[in-house]
Nanobody
């Protein structure tokens, strides 16, 4: 099994920055793409950013130009640099990792989820 542990959440003022980290442990040989999701109070979970094993990225329109996703495959870690934060960015941010045959043909597709870290942006 795979465990995902997030860190870096907290409370910041409008316009501030935070850097989230997510480190995978356990049987990490099958992990391929990794992503960050978020869910605000009373809202549905939404995809914030995604990154493939080779570094191709995707961003939700609501964070383009402000957030940057990156990864260090040697450290089994994905990052989310968040700049110019707004109150509407307040949410629980959760790390997600895909299991796929990208690294090993014997790997079966599956999704792993972290427990989430709270990000609060005050006005």
């Amino acid at each position: 099994q795979v465990q995902l542990v997030e860190s870096g959440g907290g409370t910041v003022q409008t316009g501030g920055s935070l850097r989230l980290s997510c480190t995978a442990s356990g049987d990490i040989s099958c992990i391929s793409a990794m992503a960050w999701y978020r869910q605000g109070a009373g809202k549905e979970r939404e995809l914030v950013a995604d990154i493939t094993p080779t570094g191709t990225t995707w961003y939700g329109d609501f964070v383009k130009g402000r957030f940057t996703i990156s990864r260090d495959n040697a450290k089994n870690t994905v990052y989310l640099q968040m700049n110019s934060l707004k109150p509407e960015d307040t949410a629980v941010y959760t790390c997600q990792a895909d299991r796929s045959p990208y690294w090993n043909p014997s790997c079966v597709e599956y999704q792993y989820w972290g427990q989430g870290t709270q990000v609060t942006v005050s006005s």
